[in-house]
């Protein structure tokens, strides 16, 4: 017995005939997401720009050619201000969170993020505006260096 989308002849329908909008080839993956570890990489980053935002602090910065140019790294942090080690490893749950959701859309390929929580306003705030904060923050940076 053949399932009904089976078609009667036994030909299957050629890749041609479908729409490339549902094709899997035909949409392009995001960046590939890192996650910074070095300290001189965070350093390099608080060398570069910053945008402050009521939720966190990001700063940016465009990777040199000789450096690995590929995907989108990100790193995070939090001070002791933020408070405890529970309520700073929330922020940066947090923070790890919205950038996973926003960067592959408003990232962009070859940069260096680091994310950065705010004193009891990371962990208080929303999670919409946190994302928005993040997306602003992004454009803002963005603009600035084309």
Same mark, same amino acid.
């Given at each position: 017995?053949?399932?009904?989308?089976?078609?009667e002849t036994g030909t299957s329908a050629s890749a041609? *005939? +479908? $729409?490339?909008?549902? $094709?899997? &080839?035909?949409?392009? $993956?995001?960046? @590939? #997401?890192?996650?910074?570890? #070095?300290?001189? *990489?965070?350093?390099?980053?608080?060398?570069?720009?910053?945008?402050?935002?009521?939720?966190?602090?990001?700063? %940016?910065?465009?990777?040199?050619?000789?450096?690995?140019?590929?995907?989108?790294?990100?790193?995070?942090?939090?001070? @002791? @201000?933020?408070?405890?080690?529970?309520? /700073?490893?929330?922020?940066? /749950? /947090?923070?790890?969170?919205?950038?996973?959701?926003?960067?592959?859309?408003?990232? +962009? *390929?070859? &940069? =260096?993020?680091?994310? #950065?929580?705010?004193?009891?306003?990371? %962990? %208080?705030?929303?999670?919409?505006?946190? @994302? /928005? =904060?993040? #997306?602003s923050a992004l454009k803002k940076l963005h603009q600035a260096r084309p």
């Amino acid at each position: 017995m053949t399932p009904p989308e089976t078609p009667e002849t036994g030909t299957s329908a050629s890749a041609g *005939d +479908r $729409s490339p909008a549902f $094709s899997v &080839w035909a949409r392009q $993956s995001p960046p @590939k #997401i890192h996650v910074l570890k #070095i300290r001189a *990489d965070f350093l390099r980053c608080a060398r570069a720009g910053r945008q402050g935002t009521a939720g966190m602090m990001l700063q %940016a910065r465009q990777r040199r050619t000789d450096e690995a140019a590929t995907g989108i790294r990100v790193g995070f942090t939090c001070t @002791k @201000k933020v408070g405890n080690a529970v309520a /700073r490893n929330r922020a940066k /749950r /947090r923070l790890r969170e919205v950038a996973r959701l926003v960067l592959p859309e408003h990232g +962009r *390929d070859g &940069w =260096d993020y680091v994310l #950065i929580g705010r004193e009891e306003a990371t %962990a %208080a705030r929303p999670f919409e505006e946190l @994302k /928005r =904060d993040l #997306i602003s923050a992004l454009k803002k940076l963005h603009q600035a260096r084309p």
